[in-house]
């Protein structure tokens, strides 16, 4: 089992910035790639980032590329989302999810964004 705990959702005002972790536990050596996931409000999930375990590749959605960087700290099992010039469109619950032989999926966090 994998287990991921967000943080770091907070209220802003647009044109602000946001940076959430994803701490990931237990069986670490089974992920190979983390990514993070937004679902607003009457929508269904989408894709926002990926990046993979070999080479440290990234990959964003249309939508938040140039704004949002995904990285992560290997020694803390950690990933991060870098949020920047944050829109009202960004508002969404945010979910971690590490891929390997199954995936799994954190609890959320909320991100608010304020015209």
């Known amino acids: 089992q994998v287990q991921l705990v967000e943080s770091g959702g907070d209220l802003v005002q647009a044109g602000g910035s946001l940076r959430l972790s994803c701490a990931a536990s237990g069986l670490i050596f089974s992920i190979n790639t983390m990514g993070w996931y937004r679902q607003a409000p009457g929508k269904q999930r989408e894709f926002v980032a990926t990046i993979f375990n070999s080479g440290g590749r990234t990959k964003y959605a249309d939508s938040v590329k140039g704004r949002f960087t995904i990285s992560r700290d290997n020694a803390k099992n950690t990933v991060f989302l870098q949020m920047n010039s944050l829109k009202p469109e960004d508002t969404a619950v945010y979910y971690c999810?590490?891929?390997?032989?199954?995936?799994?999926w954190g609890q959320g966090t909320q991100v608010t964004v304020s015209s």
């Open positions: 999810k590490a891929y390997g032989v199954r995936d799994y």
